[in-house]
């Protein structure tokens, strides 16, 4: 099983969507890591340190999204999750904080081991809870 369909069966109906949409930019960009070193070349690193951080999380819009990814990449996602793109656009900006939040809990990247395995765990916890 694929990490989106891994990460998409944590979640139901439209948020699966979305979830399979991160997994699918994380592998795209070579994991969590590159996934954040992309947001950190594009002008958004305090963004990523909040979510990495300890603290609360800035926001982040769906038109830095957008700008982001650009139209391509983000059409092609939408389309492989059956979404539209300013569906996933704001999708991604509600969720990718959350998760990166998540996938970090002590506040930086986690080291050594299995990435995927301890992110997937980290985010089946999460949510799970009532």
Not at 25 to 32: D, F, H, I, K, V
Not at 51 to 75: F, K, T
Not at 110 to 130: C, E, H, I, M, V
Request: proline letters at 4%; a negative charge; zero cysteines.
């Amino acid at each position: 099983m694929s990490l989106f369909d891994q990460l998409g069966s944590l979640l139901g109906g439209e948020s699966g969507g979305v979830s399979g949409a991160v997994a699918a930019l994380m592998e795209q960009n070579g994991g969590l890591a590159g996934l954040l070193e992309k947001f950190n070349s594009g002008g958004m690193g305090e963004l990523v340190s909040s979510w990495v951080g300890s603290g609360s999380n800035l926001p982040v819009s769906a038109e830095q999204i957008q700008q982001l990814l650009g139209s391509e990449q983000l059409g092609a996602l939408a389309q492989q999750f059956g979404l539209g793109p300013q569906q996933l656009s704001q999708g991604l900006a509600d969720y990718l904080p959350q998760a990166v939040d998540k996938l970090t809990p002590d506040g930086q990247l986690p080291q050594g081991g299995d990435l995927l395995s301890q992110g997937l765990g980290l985010l089946q916890g999460f949510f799970n809870k009532s």
